[in-house]
Nanobody, 125 residues
Framework: VLLQASGGGSVQAGGSLRLSCVAYGSISSINAVGWFRQAPGLEREFVAAISLSGFNTYYADSVKGRFTISRDRAKSTTYLQMNSLEPEDTAVYLC???????????????????WGQGTKVTVSS
C-alpha cells in the first residue's frame, strides 16, 4: 500500500485545514488508517485514527473536539479536518495504514506498517 498525504500549509491560529491521505495498491487489506505528527525536536505522536468501517474513530486528547477524521472508501481517501488550529499543532503530519495482523491499538505506531510522506502544517499566532 502506498500513501500520499496532502493539504498542509500555513494558517493563523483559529484557522482550519483539511489534510487528505490517498491510498494506492492493496487497499482492501487496510484495516485502519491513522494520522500522526512530528514537531521539530519532538517525538512522533498519535493524532487520530479510523477503523476500516469508519464507525470507530480515535483521537488524541489534545485534538479532541477540534479535529475530525473520516474516510471516503470510494475514493480510497482518509481526511483529517482540523479546526481551531493552535500554534502547538505546528508539525509534519503523516498518514499511515494498517494491513495484515491486528496486534495493537490504532493509537500506537507499531500498528501501522505502511507510511506516507509528511505534509507540513504551520500555525502562526
Amino acid at each position: 500500500v502506498l500513501l500520499q498525504a496532502s493539504g498542509g500549509g500555513s494558517v493563523q491560529a483559529g484557522g482550519s485545514l483539511r489534510l487528505s491521505c490517498v491510498a494506492y495498491g492493496s487497499i482492501s487489506s487496510i484495516n485502519a488508517v491513522g494520522w500522526f505528527r512530528q514537531a521539530p525536536g519532538l517525538e512522533r505522536e498519535f493524532v487520530a485514527a479510523i477503523s476500516l468501517s469508519g464507525f470507530n474513530t480515535y483521537y488524541a486528547d489534545s485534538v479532541k473536539g477540534r479535529f475530525t477524521i473520516s474516510r471516503d472508501r470510494a475514493k480510497s481517501t482518509t481526511y483529517l479536518q482540523m479546526n481551531s488550529l493552535e500554534p502547538e499543532d505546528t508539525a509534519v503530519y503523516l498518514c499511515a495504514a494498517s494491513t495484515g495482523v491486528i496486534n495493537s491499538s490504532p493509537r500506537s505506531m507499531p500498528r501501522y506498517n505502511n507510511w506516507g510522506q509528511g505534509t507540513k502544517v504551520t500555525v502562526s499566532s
